[in-house]
Structure formats: C-alpha cells, structure tokens
C-alpha cells in the first residue's frame, strides 16, 4: 500500500522558516516524480513544487520562488521542502504528492500557519 | 484569480448525468493532457482522470474525461448522493513552467 507521511507543520512568525518533510513506502520512491502542493483555508489547490527522481531537476512556483526549496533522500524514501521567509500567504495544508501522473497518491497534508 | 477556469458550483438529482467544464488557454490545456481530482471535505484530493480521458484503476466509469481546443470536461453519469464533493481540473502550463489548477467546483446532489 502506497504511504504518504508529511510532518515538521507547526505555527511560525512571519519571516521564519520551516522544513517539512515526506515519509515515502509502498512504492519505489527512487523512480517516481515528487511534488509539493498546497491549499490555504477554504480555498483550491495551488501547485508549489516538483522534483524529478534523482533531485537533478526541481521547479518552484513563481510565489515561493527563491524562498522554498524541495530535495529528496532517496536512501531513505523521504521528499523535504524547506521554507524561508514564510508570508501570511503561504498558511495552508501542503499535500506530499506522487507524480506520474501528478496526484497518482497524496499524502494527508501538514498544517502550515504563518502568524505572529 | 485561477489560470483555469471553472463554475464554482454545479448541481444534480440522484440518476442525472452532470458535466463541470474546465477552461484554459493554448499554454495549457490546448497543448497539454488535463487531469480531474475529486476532494471530500477534510479529506486530501483524489485522482479522478488523467491525461485527459483516463481513468485509475478503481474509478468508476460513470466518470468520464474529455478535451477539445483549449477546453476540458468532467461528467458523471448516474450521479449519486456521494459524488457530492469538489472537483479540480489541472494542467501544466508551458509558459508558466508549472502546474496550474482550476479554481474548483463544488457538486451539490439534490
């Protein structure tokens, strides 16, 4: 069964950072696409990142271009987002997700908010 | 403002066929495969179609993909009370270098 686990969500200030990551199992993670989307309370799905499968290619929303970053561990099944300079903005749930096609699994989500 | 555009409710009884239109541009969806998601609430998204007309395995045919020009379509055929639900189309966009998502539409079962 595939497995999705994010973690590392929390309440941070504006300007603070954060670094979620993404337990992978049930499938070859090595191989697969990654991807990062997001959705802020009450509102759609908004795309934030992907990452191909050896890390080698990784594109980022124009909106959190220069202060997000995704990587993987493919030793240890894991996909990371690391976020700097959190806005008001970026508060939402942020869903890990399979690609091949984009949203082939999700994982439950993690609870970003960005508050003083 | 979504670069996709879709109605933000559609509506149907028990048996009816109900189809939510998907609307984009020749960055998107007129030169890229679509994919459909359905979102219960409180619940993570769902793959419904993809690339354009597919369906994952465990989907029921009574939901059915489709694309023309610059446009995308999702119907479901014998609509039950637990389709009630959000649906998500999206694409990627070649000019913008990333996916894009539709603004979402909420299905009400009478």
Redesign the interface.
Same mark, same amino acid.
């Given at each position: 069964e595939v497995q999705l686990v994010e973690s590392g969500g929390g309440l941070v200030q504006p300007g603070g950072s954060l670094r979620l990551s993404c337990a992978a199992s049930g499938f070859t993670f090595s191989t697969s696409w990654m991807?990062w989307v997001r959705q802020a309370p009450g509102k759609? /799905?908004?795309?934030v990142s992907?990452i191909n499968s050896d890390g080698s290619d990784r594109?980022?929303?124009?909106s959190v271009k220069g202060r997000f970053t995704i990587s993987r561990d493919n030793a240890k099944n894991t996909l990371y987002l690391e976020m700097n300079g959190l806005r008001a903005e970026d508060t939402a749930v942020y869903?890990c997700v399979r690609g091949g096609? /984009?949203?082939?699994n999700?994982?439950?989500?993690t609870l970003v908010t960005v508050s003083s | 403002q979504s670069v996709l555009t879709q109605p933000p409710s559609a509506s149907g009884t028990p048996g009816q066929r109900v189809t939510i239109s998907c609307s984009g541009s020749t960055s998107n969806i007129g030169s890229k495969n679509v994919n459909w998601y359905q979102q219960f609430p409180g619940t993570a998204p769902k793959l419904l179609i993809y690339n354009n007309n597919q369906r994952p395995s465990g989907v029921p045919d009574r939901f059915s993909g489709s694309r023309s020009g610059t446009s995308a379509s999702l119907a479901i055929s014998g609509l039950q009370s637990e389709d009630e639900a959000d649906y998500y189309c999206a694409a990627w966009d070649v000019s913008l270098s990333g996916w894009v998502f539709g603004g979402g539409t909420k299905l009400t079962v009478l």
């Open positions: 991807h759609g /799905l908004m795309w992907h594109i980022h929303a124009a869903y096609p /984009l949203g082939a999700w994982g439950q989500g | -």
